[in-house]
């Protein structure tokens, strides 16, 4: 017997993990956003600020790699977070691109912002449940 689309589309939409994990990004990614909507800032910006500020200096194509996020996502963030003075371009002589770092208002940000992060974790957690955060996180580390 030939699949039907149909068919076919029913169980995709039931077993298809790319789906269900872009579904479950795009609402966890909703509770840590309307938490840091106050300060201005979204999770996505958040992230790159928490990795400067463990790193010291990271080229984009750094964040790129380690976040695993688009170029063009990390180059639009980027030129928002400098222009709101929360990273810096650091001059390096000679050739090799742009180093960035976070600037002492980005760290003010994060400190600031840290109440609220921290809401949304919960939130999160409560979510996914505690089973769930672990196999979040050990998926996670696996994909570092």
């Given at each position: 017997?030939?699949p039907?689309?149909?068919n076919?589309?029913?169980?995709?939409?039931?077993?298809c993990?790319?789906?269900?994990?872009?579904?479950?990004?795009?609402v966890?990614?909703g509770?840590?956003?309307?938490a840091?909507m106050?300060f201005?800032i979204?999770?996505n910006?958040?992230?790159?600020?928490v990795f400067?500020?463990?790193?010291?200096?990271?080229?984009?194509?750094?964040?790129?790699?380690?976040?695993?996020?688009?170029k063009?996502?990390?180059?639009?963030?980027?030129?928002?977070?400098?222009k709101?003075?929360?990273?810096?371009?650091?001059?390096?002589?000679?050739?090799?691109?742009?180093?960035l770092?976070?600037?002492?208002?980005?760290?003010?940000?994060?400190?600031?912002?840290?109440?609220?992060?921290q809401?949304?974790?919960e939130?999160?957690?409560?979510?996914?449940?505690?089973?769930?955060?672990?196999?979040?996180?050990?998926?996670?580390?696996r994909i570092?």
């Open positions: 017997m030939d039907t689309a149909e076919l589309a029913v169980t995709i939409a039931n077993e993990l790319a789906g269900k994990a872009r579904r479950l990004s795009r966890i990614t509770i840590y956003d309307r840091l106050p201005g979204k999770i910006q958040a992230s790159i600020l400067l500020s463990r790193t010291g200096e990271a080229s984009p194509g750094d964040i790129v790699n380690r976040l695993q996020m688009e063009s996502t990390v180059s639009r963030n980027v030129d928002r977070m400098r709101s003075g929360w990273i810096e371009v650091v001059e390096r002589g000679g050739r090799g691109g742009q180093l770092r976070i600037t002492p208002a980005g760290q003010k940000l994060l400190v600031d912002s840290h109440p609220h992060w809401q949304a974790q939130k999160a957690q409560a979510l996914l449940g505690a089973e769930g955060s672990d196999s979040l996180r050990l998926l996670a580390e570092r």
